[in-house]
């Protein structure tokens, strides 16, 4: 990915944006910045669909989880290059039944989410775009 600045690209193209939200995540994983079309999952506190997408090829994807409000997460995920932002972590035990939906409109901090958007993130904050940004 080339550098993105995600305050560049809201001056540039602010009537393709669906929200820009403050930063309200945490940030987990190497990636500090990233951005591509968006999968959606839907799962609560069961990370087995979260694992599958994560084992397959990426492809410049983005998965966009809602977790309704969970904050277990792995610390290990810091070990990973990818980019997280969650609400938080906790050491617990995730379930192991494979429930949950892919492919869904997702509400995250009031904002709707849908398969095939797009997702920028960088330090300043994370934009969802209907189609690809350019600045």
């Not at 309704?68 to 906790?90: F, M, P, Q």
Request: with cysteine; net charge negative.
């Amino acid at each position: 990915m080339a550098t993105f600045a995600t305050a560049e690209a809201c001056d540039s193209n602010t009537a393709l944006l669906a929200s820009g939200e403050q930063p309200i995540f945490k940030i987990y994983g190497q990636r500090r910045a990233f951005s591509g079309p968006i999968v959606t999952l839907k799962v609560f506190e069961d990370n087995v669909l979260v694992r599958q997408l994560l084992e397959t090829r990426g492809e410049g994807r983005v998965l966009v989880i809602d977790g309704g409000g969970s904050t277990r997460y792995v610390d290990e995920i810091n070990a990973c290059d990818i980019g997280v932002r969650a609400l938080g972590s906790n050491p617990l035990k995730s379930n192991k039944k494979a429930v949950g939906d892919k492919h869904i409109p997702i509400g995250i901090a009031g904002t709707l989410i849908r398969d095939g958007e797009w997702l920028y993130d960088d330090s300043d904050g994370i934009l969802i775009s209907k189609m690809e940004l350019s600045i």
